[in-house]
């Protein structure tokens, strides 16, 4: 008997173990896939959710609704806390007339506007469509916050669909439950609801607030080894979401978005590695929750929806929305742009959904049976949102002058004579250029030349919320301080992709052993290991210029290396310009290949090897009397 147990129980391991490796294996190919194909991850996970659980039946949990609602919702607490560590109060300065109106005046507006017409369209009851209008006042910052980083926004746009998203969540899934408490546990008596909603913040202000700071400040005095923070702020993360909710039901999700808010901006010297922990776990959860979430449907469900469910589905988009935004922003000084775009965007995510699978059968057990409606309808209108928004979000907001068409530019930290020329010619080319410097004088003959440039350091919080690189690919630092360019990369390769950070060769005693940087610690040496910044500025002052040669059938890339001679000798490559128009920087660490059709960049004198080689001079006409028309560059 013992021995038929223990089989059993083996059996039952082997089971969980396997739907968990088929769970995340699926979750993680999604987001991989999406990726590649350009579409919103979202899309692909509940795609592949659906074909694993309802059509094939591949993923068939055990678990009861109230134990799944339990699981799901320690995954979202963790998603909003990581969602309100990106929250800067800074944001809110500069643009807290937008955001107010829209995390104050939006829910309240959204959730009568969805309960009327959940009610008149959609046929619901009185109670369902209130509570329905609650949870439709959910932005889904699952969602957003992924669109966003495709959609390359400008930096006001995203801020405030990305604060109404995260902050709107926990809002909506609060007057949800207020709502059912209202017309389940309470009657028709408005005084314990209020009561409910004060216990909801004074909750979230204590373990949120409170906690938040005290964890912080712990972290600040070093209480914590380092390479314990961060699992132990998920723990307390969870912590303070458990005896929230003990307080008052569903609190917890307005706590753990109030922690990471305080915590995002107490300015701990660990901030990034604690962000990217929390980053990679909020990734593999999505991937999770979007799997089994949408494999728990079955067509029962589905057999819920009507032509009353697919036009509710249109009010919502089409009624409810735009005239929430319309109503909300009234006389604000948002611009009209940003107004159009957030009428049209608000994709309904992962908190919806497991709002709707908490109290569609809660209302169901309570005697609305046409609560049965009330999953279905929300994943119908997370696929239908999903689906319009995220494949629409880029190109409308193009069409607004809200984003880049695409990512095709460089970002050139140091101002010097060489980068002055090579941002000519990259303005010649059609290619975005911005030159950064923290020196008004070096950025003098930048600004003469009429190349886009920004006066400031580039760590600093003023160009993280004010310098717009969303349509640049490339990041090249080029100042005479090797090290300062390897932190600039390091800390820029997050956001352009490590791949995509150049340096300037460090000078000849920087690269002895005792004093080189490993490949970890710095960006990408750029063109050539004899191209450090004291060398171009040399060659440029010894009549060197940059310069750009189409290849064809005719003039092929070897010949051109044949007519330049020795490269990093008499000429450096310094990159090319696909047919396509998009820039590719060479590097000895990471090449291309340059066929016809290809527009050569590169570095050289204007008297080549070969007399009849005459390449196009793009050098920059200086409007200064010197030759080079700037100063040199000091370290910053």
């Not at 970890?520 to 500025?537: E, I």
């Not at 189409?550 to 001679?565: C, H, I, Q, T, V």
């Not at 080549?608 to 001079?617: A, H, R, V």
């Amino acid at each position: 008997m013992r021995k038929s147990c223990s089989l059993k129980t083996k059996a039952l391991l082997m089971h969980i173990a396997t739907l968990l490796l088929i769970i995340l294996a699926a979750g993680l190919s999604s987001q991989w896939l999406a990726a590649q194909i350009r579409l919103p991850a979202i899309v692909v996970l509940i795609s592949v959710g659906l074909i694993l659980g309802p059509v094939t039946g591949i993923i068939q949990l055990t678990l009861s609704q109230t134990e799944l609602g339990e699981l799901i919702g320690l995954g979202v607490a963790i998603i909003l806390f990581e969602g309100g560590m990106d929250l800067k109060i800074s944001e809110f300065k500069r643009i807290g007339f937008g955001i107010s109106r829209l995390t104050i005046l939006g829910p309240p507006i959204a959730w009568v506007l969805g309960g009327l017409a959940a009610h008149y369209v959609a046929g619901l009851s009185w109670p369902v469509a209130w509570v329905l209008g609650a949870i439709l006042v959910v932005t889904g910052p699952t969602v957003i916050l992924p669109l966003l980083r495709q959609a390359r926004l400008n930096k006001e746009s995203a801020s405030l669909l990305k604060w109404e998203g995260i902050v709107n969540d926990p809002t909506g899934v609060l007057l949800a439950v207020l709502t059912f408490q209202y017309f389940t546990l309470h009657g028709s008596g408005l005084t314990p609801t209020l009561i409910g909603l004060g216990a909801a913040i004074g909750a979230a202000a204590v373990f949120g607030g409170i906690g938040g700071w005290l964890t912080g400040w712990l972290y600040k005095r070093g209480s914590v080894p380092t390479h314990l923070k961060p699992p132990m702020l998920m723990v307390l993360v969870l912590g303070a979401y458990w005896l929230s909710n003990l307080v008052q039901h569903e609190a917890g999700l307005l706590t753990v978005t109030l922690m990471g808010l305080v915590i995002g901006n107490m300015k701990l010297v660990e901030i990034e590695p604690l962000r990217h922990f929390k980053e990679n776990l909020t990734i593999v959860l999505l991937s999770v929750l979007f799997i089994v979430i949408p494999s728990q449907l079955d067509f029962h469900h589905l057999e819920q929806l009507s032509w009353r469910s697919a036009l509710f589905v249109l009010v919502i988009l089409f009624w409810v929305r735009p005239l929430t935004i319309a109503l909300a922003t009234l006389g604000s000084s948002m611009r009209q742009q940003d107004k159009i775009l957030l009428a049209w965007i608000a994709p309904r995510g992962i908190v919806a959904a497991a709002t709707a699978g908490i109290f569609g059968p809660a209302l169901v057990a309570a005697g609305y049976s046409d609560a049965e409606q009330l999953l279905p309808i929300v994943f119908l209108i997370i696929i239908v949102t999903v689906l319009a928004h995220g494949l629409t979000l880029g190109r409308f907001a193009q069409r607004l002058g809200l984003a880049a068409k695409s990512e095709n530019g460089v970002l050139i930290v140091g101002a010097s004579p060489w980068t002055l020329a090579l941002a000519q010619t990259l303005k010649e080319l059609k290619i975005d250029v911005i030159v950064v410097d923290g020196a008004y004088q070096r950025l003098k003959p930048i600004r003469m030349n009429n190349i886009n440039s920004y006066y400031g350091e580039i760590l600093s919080e003023h160009a993280e919320h004010e310098l717009e690189t969303e349509h640049l690919s490339y990041l090249l630092c080029t100042t005479d301080n090797d090290y300062y360019n390897a932190l600039v990369c390091k800390a820029q390769g997050q956001h352009f992709g490590h791949h995509r950070t150049f340096q300037l060769a460090t000078h000849q005693e920087s690269s002895k052993e005792h004093k080189r940087l490993p490949l970890q610690q710095r960006g990408y040496f750029a063109f050539d290991a004899a191209a450090n910044l004291g060398t171009l500025n040399q060659h440029l002052a010894n009549g060197w210029k940059v310069q750009k040669t189409k290849l064809s059938k005719d003039f092929e890339w070897a010949n051109m290396k044949e007519r330049l001679g020795k490269a990093g000798q008499d000429w450096l490559l310094l990159g090319g310009v696909s047919p396509d128009g998009m820039l590719h920087l060479r590097s000895t660490e990471q090449n291309f290949t340059a066929k016809a059709g290809w527009t050569l960049l590169y570095f050289a004198p204007l008297a080549t090897k070969k007399d009849n080689f005459n390449p196009e001079d793009s050098s920059p006409k200086l409007n200064n009397a010197s030759p080079t028309g700037i100063e040199p560059v000091t370290a910053p």
